[in-house]
């Protein structure tokens, strides 16, 4: 695309079709001092028009709409939807201010985005559908389709999801900045950003855009793709650019020379810089002989002793365009804040990695809350380097911060009812007691269905003596842990050599040899064993499964488990990761891998040791997957047996929202109900905190209810048990 025409302030007026006016109104209005709340909409053709709700977003169907419809949103968290001047619906939900909102033509749904993170599905006024996978606030929306759509947002990504299913499809990568607008037009994407770029990306390839257009404005607010197929861009200094694909319509070499001229004068902040790296650090301008690798990929050179200047690789033309001149950091560094900037982001530490000496040093970004494993896997990613130096890479990191606290999470101290972070809960030890250590059920139970055992209830959670209590059953509380072995070799080994031909971190012949020799016989993981880990980190989400299926029939294999453990925190990201993943058998193995490490006690130390757990299984507690969910309640089953059997139960006071999320689906499975009672009946025994929190949280109710979902005698009996204990003490 060329640049058409600019223009200018003055001109900010011009009538362009009805939805490009609009969106380009509701865009911009949210940066301006649009904060009124829709309350204070007035009837008339001043609402019609926003000049006094002022809202940072408003949709029309662009086919057919019924006449005056209207969907606006706002500030106050709240969509609305107007009718002939008249505000016919509210929908509230949202935590923070909705910056975008779009109608879904096929089934007239409304889709809306906002600074909660989320994206929000409502149908007649209620929400149908919550959209979660992005990290920072979601500005923008574009349908792509019947049942598709694709989001934007201050995490620097775009988003693929599914209507049908609320599941990420695509996460697409290449700015740098917020992403302030998306658009979706005969087959392509659009994109506008704080990093002074317009984006135009194929659907086809997430990795990269297929144009990267460099503009003179750091901030590019908004864009519309005009009726003609032309690309409309609001930008910050107050302009309006308008670009095309036609000969026809390329503005005279006059312009175009003008806004090259714009661009290259255009000074920049550091935020392609490395932190405090000197000039005389950078390359000079033999760096520009070199071609570059991708659309939109950026070069640091310097010119003279004290001038650098940023350049940008352009696929279409083949040269490096010059972005503007690099004038310094408008964030912290390590003398002013202990932060580094590093692409219009701060991190602690900012490294330079030279993994081969042909080549220049790669800057790899960290933070000390970061997982080390998590962050050496997405360089990886990024530069596009072999697996192999997963380790190297990592480790590097783990030496180099040296005595500062890493993964540790930001949530870690917040009240699950309130909300609070200043609330704490004094973690207790686990207690020693006289009873034998805990055993495994390792497929013993050959009919369907689990089944607890007869002789548990009768030890003190505290004391470790017995005391025999009315509240004990034959269901609960359970001491044993459910661990069962169930690995298809052939079929798994068969997809490792499928997907070994289609991953982008293929293994070497040596490895894959080693993997596929790996069966029953313990013994055969041995030389594998670090080779499966690393495809576990590595290997796209949707090849995973038969790697966590092999793992799940050596859980209680030492060897494994302490080959495991200095990696364990990065796969339980790894594994929150696949929540948005369209694999449902890579979700349900991961969750049966987790499950069945209860089956050793290096295993049950990486459980109740990982900062991770609570992620996993928050994340995957309102999945509607039958096979995930009953994978999910024996994961859950197993650490509630853990909290008991150690007298830890406080410190599993979040799972009291799990299980209402778990029983508030609109069908359930007998087996997964089942479970959750048992592992609701074992943590809540002889823990009065917990028993508290689940009367709070109303849990008797859902207790009851759940038989009259489903026709189980053994459901019906659990439950009836289980909500007279909660009632009773």
């Known amino acids: ?132 996978g992005h990290t920072d606030c979601v500005r ?14 201050n995490d620097a990504t775009l988003r693929r999801w599914s209507l049908l299913t609320a599941d990420c499809l695509q996460v697409f990568y290449g700015h740098s900045n917020f992403i302030y607008a998306v658009k979706f037009s005969r087959g392509y994407l659009f994109t506008a950003s704080e990093d002074k770029s317009v984006k135009v990306w194929n659907l086809q390839n997430s990795n990269e855009p297929l144009q990267s257009i460099v503009m003179p404005a750091q901030s590019n607010w908004c864009l519309s793709v005009l009726p003609n197929g032309d690309l409309a861009v609001g930008c910050s200094d107050a302009s309006i650019r308008i670009f095309t694909q036609s000969a026809n319509r390329v503005a005279s070499e006059e312009q175009l020379k003008l806004f090259s001229e ?47 200047f940023c350049y940008q690789w352009s696929s279409t033309k083949k040269e490096w365009e010059k972005v503007g001149q690099i004038l310094g ?35 790899l970004p960290y933070n000390v809350d970061q997982d080390p494993w998590h962050v050496a896997r997405q360089f990886i990613l990024d530069n596009e380097l072999d697996a192999l130096f997963l ?66 209830g009768n030890v003190d959670p505290y004391t470790g003596h017995s005391a025999t209590s009315s509240a004990s059953n034959e269901y609960f509380p359970l001491s044993d842990f459910l661990v069962l072995f169930k690995t298809n070799f052939e079929k798994d080994l068969e997809k490792i050599v499928e997907y070994n031909e289609k991953t982008q971190f293929k293994l070497s012949q040596g490895a894959l040899a080693a993997v596929t020799a790996v069966n ?65 058998a890579s979700q349900t193995m991961a969750l049966r891998f987790l499950a069945n490490l209860s089956g050793s006690e290096l295993g049950q130390k990486m459980l109740r040791d990982s900062s991770e757990l609570v992620r ?55 087996e997964t109900t089942f479970r959750t009672l048992v592992a609701i009946g074992t943590v809540c025994y002889g823990c009065e905190v917990v028993r508290d929190a689940c009367k709070s949280a109303n849990l008797v109710a859902y207790v009851e209810n759940a038989p009259t979902k489903l026709n189980s005698p053994k459901v019906n009996d659990c439950s009836a048990k289980l909500s007279k204990m909660l009632k009773k003490y």
């Open 262 to 308: 714009e661009v290259a004068t255009s000074s920049i902040p550091s935020q392609s810089t490395i932190g405090d790296l000197k000039i005389s650090e950078l390359p000079g301008p033999e760096a520009l002989m070199q071609p570059g690798k991708r659309e939109g990929q950026t070069v640091m050179v310097r010119e003279g002793p004290e001038l650098a």
């Open 329 to 363: 950091g408008s964030g912290g560094t390590q003398v002013t804040s202990g932060k580094q900037l590093y692409r219009g982001k701060e991190y602690d530490y900012v490294f330079s990695v030279k993994l081969d000496e042909d080549k220049d040093a790669l800057k």
């Open 616 to 670: 996993v299984i928050e994340s995957f507690s309102n999945s509607t997957v039958t096979p995930v969910g009953l994978a999910l309640a024996t994961l859950i089953l197993n650490v509630s047996v853990l909290a008991h059997n150690e007298c830890m139960q406080m410190n599993y006071l979040y799972l009291v929202p799990v299980f209402v999320q778990m029983f508030s689906r609109d069908s359930l499975d007998e």
């Open 520 to 584: 029953a016989n313990q013994s055969s993981m041995d030389p594998a064993v670090y080779d499966v880990i690393s495809c576990i980190l590595t290997w796209e989400m949707d090849y995973v499964f038969p790697f966590f299926d092999l793992s799940i029939q050596f859980t209680n294999h030492a060897i494994f488990c302490k080959a495991l453990q200095p990696k364990f925190n990065a796969i339980m990201s790894r594994i929150v990761e696949l929540r948005n993943c369209s694999s449902k």
């Open 1 to 132: 695309m060329r640049c058409v025409v600019c223009w200018p302030r003055q001109l900010r007026l011009l009538h362009l079709h009805s939805a490009c006016e609009q969106a380009l109104a509701g865009a911009t209005g949210g940066h301006r001092q649009h904060r009124h709340h829709h309350q204070t909409v007035q009837a008339g053709r001043e609402a019609a028009t926003g000049t006094a709700a002022r809202p940072l977003a408003m949709s029309v169907p662009s086919e057919h709409p019924p006449p005056g419809l209207l969907v606006s949103a706002s500030w106050d968290s709240c969509v609305k939807q107007w009718l002939e001047l008249t505000c016919v619906n509210t929908m509230q939900g949202h935590e923070a201010a909705v910056w975008d909102v779009e109608i879904a033509e096929e089934t007239g749904n409304i889709l809306s985005a906002s600074a909660d993170k989320t994206i929000k599905c409502w149908n007649s006024g209620k929400c149908v559908q919550t959209f979660i």
């Open 140 to 153: 923008g929306i574009a349908m792509i389709g019947a049942q598709e759509f694709v989001s934007c947002s």
């Open 391 to 456: 380790d190297q890479v990592a480790n590097f990191i783990i030496n180099n911060t040296a005595g500062v606290t890493i993964g540790a999470r930001s949530m870690g101290n917040v009240d699950p009812f309130t909300g609070n972070p200043d609330a704490q809960f004094e973690q207790q030890p686990a207690q020693q007691t006289s009873a034998p250590a805990k055993s495994a059920k390792q497929g013993q139970d050959t009919t369907p269905g689990f089944k607890p055992g007869s002789n548990v």
